[in-house]
């Protein structure tokens, strides 16, 4: 089964310093994995959806698929996972935590699976789910991935 993905977006980038604006429109099946060139092998997803539910579990979270398809969507299972934001800031690892907005959780701490987990569970208790790009797959039961 493959993943479909619908992009709606504006995009903008550098080009020979240049701001260049691009629409971009499109159903896009079999997106690769974020992460390195090498991407992530299987059972290195498999070890950081096991992390994620051992966290949530231990801290009593009540919607722990939710927090799967949310860290899903936002770098798919991957830990080292980086988007440069246009305005100088990165979101970070699983969950992809803003290095400026969230000083708490730098970097070294936003690609560690344990603590990523943690900070997001309690952000998530405290009403932040509003901060995620993809907080539509932590509410969307329909959301799917391929679970290993």
């Known amino acids: 089964m493959s993943d479909v993905y619908k992009i709606n977006r504006t995009i903008e980038f550098l080009d020979n310093g240049i701001v260049v604006s691009a629409k971009a429109d499109a159903e896009v099946h079999d997106v690769p994995e974020a992460g390195t060139e090498d991407n992530l092998s299987s059972?290195?997803?498999?070890?950081?959806?096991?992390i994620i539910k051992e966290v949530s579990a231990k801290k009593g979270f009540d919607n722990t698929k939710g927090l799967l398809r949310l860290s899903h969507c936002e770098s798919r299972f991957d830990t080292l996972a980086v988007n440069r934001n246009k305005d100088g800031t990165q979101d970070n690892g699983l969950f992809q935590i803003n290095n400026y907005w969230h000083k708490d959780m730098p970097r070294e701490k936003a690609i560690d699976p344990y603590l990523a987990?943690?900070?997001?569970?309690?952000k998530i208790n405290d009403g932040g789910i509003g901060i995620w790009a993809c907080q539509w797959a932590y509410f969307d039961n329909n959301y799917n991935y391929n679970e290993l």
């Open 43 to 50: 059972p290195a997803r498999e070890d950081y959806q096991n």
């Open 117 to 122: 987990t943690e900070w997001t569970i309690n």
